[in-house]
């Protein structure tokens, strides 16, 4: 369950509309809930966005681990292509705290970690990741509110200080009740060990919308299936 709450949380933490919002998604591993995410974030006319968000572990996954995770994210956002400038993550487990900051100079993240730590030889190094987005900016191009003709449009390279991997939307899918649901996939690239590749390169997922009116849809639900269990985040 730590390793899923590992995967998962920091890359869907935070997300903001075309102004500002705020809200939550319970997430559950195999019907079992394991945390609270909440957020808020706005964009400016400039193209600009902050985001901010936290991540909790809760239930019976809160009893056994005290995971918390804080993050912020600066950058700009044209469409569905996203350019952050700054990142900072701040997790705790336990007594254990652990800071990391990117700061991007054309389009490539630099690195820095609170305390430093050392590093396994095949973890993807920041000086190739000219391109990729944050855990943060990754989850607001994900979860935002959003447009019909932007819905399912994403493709988009995620970097988390260790690994990189690819997730982009593959089929858009009419929904109940006037919604949609985008299907899409989430592929390992590089900083995974060669047992992690060779278990499950991929995972699909769904992500399923809501109509909101004036052409906005709202992210109601979030699937991932799991070797431990679908994963699920629901907004509260």
């Not at 350019?83 to 900072?88: E, F, K, L």
């Not at 990117?102 to 973890?123: C, I, K």
């Not at 988009?156 to 929904?175: C, F, H, M, P, Q």
Request: aromatic letters at 8%; proline letters at 7%; one cysteine or more.
């Amino acid at each position: 369950m730590l390793r899923v709450l590992a995967l998962c949380l920091p890359a869907l933490l935070l997300v903001t509309p075309a102004t500002s919002d705020e809200g939550a998604f319970t997430v559950s591993l195999a019907g079992i809930r394991a945390g609270i995410i909440a957020f808020s974030g706005e964009e400016t006319g400039g193209g600009r966005y902050t985001a901010r968000g936290s991540a909790r572990s809760s239930g019976l996954v809160g009893s056994v681990l005290d995971i918390s995770i804080d993050t912020v994210a600066i950058g700009r956002v044209d469409g569905n292509t996203y350019r952050p400038s700054n990142y900072r993550q701040t997790g705790k487990e336990g007594d254990n705290v652990r800071d990391m900051k990117f700061t991007y100079r054309g389009g490539v993240p630099a690195v820095t970690r609170t305390p430093p730590r050392e590093l396994p030889d095949h973890v993807a190094r920041p000086a190739n990741q000219a391109g990729t987005i944050d855990p943060t900016t990754t989850a607001f191009a994900m979860l935002r509110d959003r447009p019909r003709d932007l819905l399912c449009e994403l493709n988009v390279d995620l970097y988390d200080g260790r690994r990189r991997a690819n997730i982009r939307y593959t089929e858009l899918k009419s929904g109940r009740n006037g919604g949609f649901v985008c299907k899409g996939e989430y592929r390992r690239e590089q900083g995974f060990t060669p047992e992690e590749l060779a278990e499950r390169p991929f995972w699909p997922f769904s992500v399923i919308y809501t109509p909101l009116g004036n052409d906005l849809y709202r992210v109601a639900e979030v699937r991932v299936p799991t070797t431990f269990g679908p994963v699920r985040l629901r907004r509260r």
